[in-house]
């Protein structure tokens, strides 16, 4: 079975333009979340889906960051405008149904904002 | 609040030695608790976890943790460690809603030959 598939694998922008990353979930899981990590916060939960609805989303830094899950095999989480701060690896993760059950994730996307 | 500590932000342990990863965790209740191995430019990948029962669990790759309520831990170790090893190693707990795992901040292995 293919795991989580995620894309771009490294996306360099300049600071200002839009950056949409993409994750495709694990055929069958429920539940899917978005990542950020960076050398000084670490592993930082974004936000988190369940059967396609955002159930948490606290960890999204503001409004510039927004997540959508229009089927079960596909999610976006998107910057706009973005900036340099927000240069991290993005990972996506999935689980059959909920956080406390074991997550798999995807490769990452690389993320370097000029 | 939960939260997990990785006290050691890197070690380095020679190639056939014994290896042991701290972790604490602060939670109320019966905790779920994971470890995970991140290899450069990779995904993380689960070695192992907890849910309830015996308190000693086994993983892959010849990882074993054993969980300590009294003393809010959940280290890893392996007994003979390989250059494959080398990696690094993240603890988690998933929170009290169940819908998301806290990380610690990770503890990079180096293996020296």
């Known amino acids: 079975d293919a795991g989580v598939i995620q894309s771009p694998r490294h996306e360099v922008t300049e600071m200002g333009q839009e950056v949409t990353l993409r994750c495709k979930p694990i055929s069958g899981h429920n539940s899917l979340f978005w990542y950020r990590q960076t050398m000084m916060r670490g592993l930082e939960l974004l936000i988190y889906?369940?059967?396609?609805?955002?159930?948490?989303d606290s960890g999204m830094p503001e409004d510039r960051f927004s997540a959508k899950m229009p089927n079960a095999s596909f999610s976006t989480l998107k910057i706009q405008p973005s900036e340099p701060r927000d240069s991290a690896v993005y990972f996506c993760?999935?689980?059959?149904?909920?956080?406390?059950?074991?997550?798999?994730f995807g490769p990452g996307t690389r993320l370097t904002v000029l | 609040a939960q939260s997990v500590t990785q006290p050691d932000i890197h070690i380095t342990v020679s190639e056939g030695a014994s290896l042991e990863l701290r972790c604490n965790y602060s939670?109320?209740?019966?905790?779920?608790l994971f470890w995970y191995v991140q290899s450069p430019g990779q995904g993380l990948q689960l070695l192992l976890k907890?849910?309830?029962?015996?308190?000693l669990v086994q993983g892959i790759k010849g990882f074993e943790a054993e969980f300590k309520r009294s003393q809010s831990s959940f280290n890893l170790r392996k007994p003979s460690v390989h250059w494959s090893d080398a990696a690094e190693y993240f603890c988690a707990v998933a929170n009290q809603a169940g819908t998301a795992l806290i990380f610690g901040k990770g503890t990079t292995l180096s293996v020296s030959s």
């Open positions: 889906f369940n059967n396609n609805v955002p159930i948490d």
């Open positions: 993760a999935s689980t059959k149904s909920g956080g406390q059950d074991t997550q798999y």
């Open positions: 907890y849910f309830s029962g015996d308190t």
């Open positions: 939670y109320g209740a019966t905790p779920y």
